[in-house]
Nanobody, 121 residues
């Protein structure tokens, strides 16, 4: 099993910045793609950005230029730097990893418990 724990959420004023972290632990053979998703009240969960183990990055169009995703493979840690935050960025942010727990096991999706980001106007 792979466990994901997010941190770094909180309350920030519009225009401010936050940095989210997600640490993967447990039985990890490989961490393939990792990503951040968010879910606002009454809305579906949506992709923020994801990054492959090789460093290829994909951003949701609305986050391009404001958010930066990165990962430290040696530390099994994923980051999301969020700048110029807007009230509409308010949501629970979830870490996701497509990972394998054993050499011959199948890859599957894992989710963290989420961290709340609230942006006040």
């Amino acid at each position: 099993q792979v466990h994901l724990v997010e941190s770094g959420g909180g309350l920030v004023q519009a225009g401010g910045s936050l940095r989210l972290s997600c640490v993967a632990s447990g039985t990890i053979f490989s961490l393939n793609s990792m990503g951040w998703y968010r879910q606002a009240p009454g809305k579906q969960r949506e992709l923020v950005a994801d990054i492959t183990s090789g460093g290829s990055i994909n951003y949701s169009d609305s986050m391009k230029g404001r958010f930066t995703i990165s990962r430290d493979n040696a530390k099994n840690t994923l980051y999301l730097q969020m700048n110029s935050l807007k009230p509409e960025d308010t949501a629970v942010y979830y870490c996701n990893a497509y990972a394998t727990s054993s050499r011959f096991g199948a890859s599957r999706n894992y989710w963290g418990q989420g961290t709340q980001v609230t942006v006040s106007s």
